[in-house]
Every structure is written in structure tokens, then in C-alpha cells.
């Protein structure tokens, strides 16, 4: 049942209302009832800090804005999804970068990863992360030992747990003389506040997952604190768009009396009731009232500020800060534009970055740790990512029929570019069998991957020897760096050249390669150099 505002007036106050349209008192007037939710709006917070927002914030404030924010939660989400739910392949390769087929490695490997739902475990884990600052998994091992000692050996993974950085409490080495001082050392968990329930884990015994280092006690950042301020006034400003809807929209009830000096005033009890009377009066409900008394209906304009210019600024900012396209973050219903298919490329875009540079290094860690225990055989696993974009039938008719049309083009005339032989093995990857060329293509892809895989096995070794060299005193940190740089640049050439020769292969008239291509490989060269110093700050911050 919807209530109406609704106001009890004196007569002067009545006058009053109809000379200038003002209600005396009005957010202060005991003798307002109703509206949209109740009264007047209140901040969730009291003042402090910043004007009206929070001096800190907790983690249940956390946890409130992304249970009751779409907006955050798909800022939360819609990344972990996107890199989780993209499958990737454990694959072994040799000391010369040749894959072993059939291997019992790869085959445990595989079956680790399904039987205990890694992406879903690392997902989850990776939303805590955005949400808390970090996420826990909790490996339990059959090794005959309790969660709180070291782990060394074991003859089998039993359980993956995960847990919000809100349950746990790194425990750090507090002994100077201790190669560890300082460094988390083990975790307390308290299983959804539950003390009953609290353990200890040693860190051995777990992988901490998370974005953003938070240096002062070596977890991680939530996404949402830095834009917390921007959420509650995004949340205030659709808040206040519909009380302010309401407010005009509706109509406001004015019960009143003439209170004239030569005027019987109204007793005690007649304004009660009066005031009971429209306090439960709504649109199915009448009200009898005195012949002398007057009741007016003012209804709303109905007319409010466009909220969209403050809205639409505060969502963009939130979108940079969070590293999700401002449309796809919006959803579907909002976003469905002509640029929804660019947006939807930055994102693949993203996501392909955080798998190589974010998401490997901690499945790296996790089917190494297995290796170091005994849980998996020795070997060289290598992650590999599924493709995030693919095309659909119609596409591939179009890219097709472009082909046909090129190749068409290239045969006819007095001077023809290319024979008919040329044409279909140069554009349409067709030999004189037709069809036969689409083996050859697939063997010439295979060596590619293999060769990007050896190219890239190097590109890695020579930056962890940069490290070390660093680290033993050989480099200086700025002659570290800039030789880096020149490596990752060296790197990200040769893949750009490759990408080209790929596409002029296939038959592609092009010079340089496509702008997508090159925004990915910049990317990729600032994720690279990004990381390497990332590194380096680690390596000195565990150097005894």
C-alpha cells in the first residue's frame, strides 16, 4: 500500500502555502507523514573523515557495497569470470621446446584440474581478492602432518579451501635474526567468524591470491576502497532521483482550519484525531472530516534534474579505476551499442593480459608446489589459454567470401597478380587436392605455437638471469632496468613480425599488422615491464 504525503496546517499556514507555494518547516514539520521511504534521507555514515563520507572503511562495508551495488558487483565479477571461465591447457614440453604427447605429468595434471575445480577455486578466490584485498586457497595434504606445520612431502592433494582475506589473519616472523623476519610465516583462519572453528595454516601450506600488493603488510588491496567514495554518491544520487520522483510526482495531502482569533479553536483531541486520520490515509482510504475544515489535494510536477551528467561521469571514473569498459560493466541492456563489440574486444584484451602476466604465475605456482611435494611427477608444465575471441559461422562465411572475391581478382584480367595454383594456395590455403591445404596450415600453426613457446621460454630465462645479476651486485637497479626494457622491446618485436608474416602467409594484403594487434602488443610490453619491476621489489624485499 502506497502512502501519500501529507501535512495538517493552520489556516495562516494554509495562506501561506497558497501565496508562495512554500510549506513552513517542511523537512522539520512533525505534521509531515509519508513518502518515498519514510522521511527524510539519511547517509549511512555519520560525518567524518571527508566530508560526508567514512574516515574508514571495514570489510562489512565492503561486503555491503557489493551485495547492494549492481554496479560493484559487476566490478567485482565480471573479470574473475572472464579469466577463470577461459580453460587452459597443462602442456609439456622438452628442454628444446618440444611438447610431450601422452605424458603421465600431463595426464595427472589434467586430472588434479578437474577433479578439484581449479578454475572455479581460483575464481573464487580472485573475487575475494577484488572485493577484500585477497583471497586464501588452503591446500590439505595427506601427509600425515598438522595444517600448522611446514609442508615438505605427500602422497596426495586432498582438499582445496578457499577463504576471504576477511577470515584470516597473516602471522609474520618476528625473530631479526630469522632469514624469514617479517615475511607471513602462517595464516589464522577464522571460518566465517566463527572462533569455534579458527586454525592455524602455515604458509607453505597456502596460495594468497591477489591483485594489487598492499606494502605494509604483504596482502593485497581491495578494488572497491579507492572508489568507495564514488559508490555511495552514485548510490545517493539514485537514491535522491527517486525519493525526488516521488516527491513530485505524488500528490500531497493538506488537511486545515481556520484559527482566525474570532474562531473557536480546535481542542486537543479534534487535532489528534485529525492527525490520525491522515497518518493512515491513502489512496483507497476516505476521510470524514469537519464542515469547516478543508482538505486540498496538491498533486506533483512530476518534473526532476536529469541525474545522467553527474551519473554518467562517476561511472566512467568508477570503469578506470576498477580496469572494466564502462559499457560491459553496465550490462547488456545499457551497453548494447555499435562499440559494444570494441568494448567487448578492450576487455579480451584485459583479460588476455591478466591471464599472462596475473593468472599463469599462480597456476605456475600451484603445479609447481604438487612437483616440490611429490603429489606430480618432475617435468616442464606449461599454461596455455584458450582463445577468447572466436568467430562465429557468419563471420568465417564473410572472411571466406572475401578470400574468393581476392583471389578472383588476382587471376583475371590481361596481366594477372597470380596464377590460379598461386591464388589458391597463397589466399585460399588450398593445394591441388582440394581441402589437402588445410593440414599443411594446421602443421605450420603447430611449429608456430611451438616456436612462440621456445621464443618466449627464453625471453623468461633471460630476465630472471637480469634479476639475479642484480641481485648478486653485478647491475645496478637502473642498468637492470633499462636492459630489460630493451629485452621486452626486442621481445614484443619479433612477435609483431611474426603476426605479420602469419597474415601476409594467409594472404592478407598488409604491411604493418593490424591496430588491435599492435594496441595488444603495447599492452603486453608495459604488463611485462610492469611485472619485472614488480620482481625486483620482491627480490629486495626478501633479500637477507
Wanted: aromatic share 8%; proline share 4%; glycine share 6%.
Amino acid at each position: 500500500m502506497i502512502h501519500m504525503p501529507k501535512a495538517l496546517l493552520t489556516q495562516s499556514q494554509y495562506e501561506q502555502f497558497v501565496t508562495n507555494g512554500e510549506l513552513p518547516n517542511l523537512t522539520n514539520n512533525s505534521n509531515i507523514s509519508g513518502g518515498a521511504s519514510g522521511g527524510i534521507h539519511k547517509s549511512r555514515h555519520p560525518p567524518s573523515g571527508n566530508g560526508m563520507f567514512p574516515s574508514t572503511i571495514t570489510n562489512e562495508d565492503l561486503w555491503q557495497l557489493y551485495d547492494r551495488c549492481d554496479i560493484a558487483t559487476t566490478a567485482v565479477d565480471i573479470i574473475p569470470q572472464f579469466v577463470w571461465g577461459n580453460k587452459w591447457q597443462t602442456k609439456i614440453y622438452d628442454t628444446n621446446g618440444e611438447e610431450q604427447k601422452d605424458t603421465e605429468l600431463e595426464k595427472q595434471a589434467h586430472n588434479i584440474t578437474k577433479q578439484f575445480n581449479l578454475s572455479g577455486i581460483f575464481q573464487e578466490a580472485h573475487e575475494y581478492a577484488r572485493i577484500i584485498g585477497y583471497g586464501l586457497i588452503v591446500l590439505g595434504l595427506a601427509d600425515n602432518k598438522q595444517l600448522s606445520e611446514p609442508a615438505s612431502t605427500a602422497s596426495e592433494l586432498s582438499y582445496l579451501t578457499v577463504y576471504s582475506g576477511d577470515e584470516v589473519e597473516p602471522n609474520y616472523e618476528k625473530n631479526p635474526s630469522d632469514e624469514k623476519y617479517g615475511q607471513i610465516i602462517s595464516f589464522t583462519i577464522t571460518p566465517d567468524g566463527d572462533v569455534n572453528a579458527k586454525f592455524t595454516a602455515d604458509a607453505t601450506r597456502c596460495i594468497m591470491v591477489y591483485e594489487k600488493k598492499n606494502r605494509k603488510n604483504k596482502t593485497g588491496r581491495s578494488i572497491l576502497k579507492p572508489v568507495y567514495n564514488l559508490f555511495h554518491i552514485l548510490i545517493n544520487t539514485d537514491w535522491s532521483a527517486g525519493e525526488a520522483y516521488f516527491q513530485n510526482a505524488s500528490p500531497l495531502y493538506m488537511l486545515s482550519w481556520d484559527d482566525s482569533d474570532n474562531k473557536t479553536p480546535i481542542t486537543p483531541t479534534e487535532e489528534g484525531k485529525a492527525k490520525a486520520d491522515l497518518e493512515d490515509l491513502n489512496a483507497k482510504k476516505r476521510i470524514l472530516k469537519p464542515k469547516s475544515w478543508d482538505l486540498q489535494v496538491v498533486s506533483g510536477s512530476g518534473r526532476i534534474a536529469d541525474p545522467q551528467m553527474i551519473w554518467n561521469s562517476l561511472i566512467e571514473r568508477i570503469a578506470g579505476a576498477v580496469g572494466v569498459p564502462k559499457q560491459l560493466m553496465l550490462g547488456t541492456s545499457a551497453g548494447a551499442l555499435a562499440s559494444g563489440e570494441t568494448n567487448l574486444m578492450q576487455l579480451y584484451n584485459i583479460v588476455a593480459n591478466i591471464e599472462n602476466s596475473w593468472a599463469t604465475p599462480y597456476l605456475n605456482e600451484f603445479y609447481g608446489r604438487l612437483q616440490t611435494w611429490g603429489i606430480l611427477p618432475e617435468g616442464n608444465i606449461s599454461v596455455e589459454w584458450g582463445t577468447l575471441w572466436e568467430m562465429d559461422e557468419k563471420e568465417k562465411a564473410q572472411i571466406q567470401k572475401l578470400k574468393v572475391e581476392t583471389a578472383k581478382a588476382a587471376t583475371e584480367g590481361d596481366k594477372p597478380l597470380m596464377t590460379i595454383e598461386e591464388a589458391r594456395e597463397q589466399i585460399l590455403n588450398l593445394t591441388a587436392a582440394l581441402g589437402g591445404g588445410s593440414k599443411q596450415a594446421f602443421q605450420a600453426n603447430s611449429n608456430q605455437q611451438r616456436q612462440i613457446h621456445v621464443d618466449h621460454a627464453e625471453f623468461s630465462a633471460k630476465l630472471v638471469q637480469l634479476k639475479d645479476d642484480y641481485l648478486a651486485g653485478t647491475l645496478t637497479k637502473p642498468e637492470t632496468i633499462a636492459q630489460a626494457k630493451q629485452l621486452i622491446e626486442e621481445y614484443t618485436e619479433k612477435r609483431r613480425q611474426d603476426s605479420l608474416a602469419h597474415l601476409q602467409s594467409k594472404g592478407v594484403l598488409i604491411t604493418n599488422v593490424p591496430k588491435e594487434i599492435q594496441q595488444q602488443l603495447t599492452q603486453q610490453k608495459k604488463a611485462y615491464l610492469k611485472q619485472f619491476q614488480t620482481i625486483l621489489e620482491d627480490a629486495e624485499a626478501n633479500k637477507v
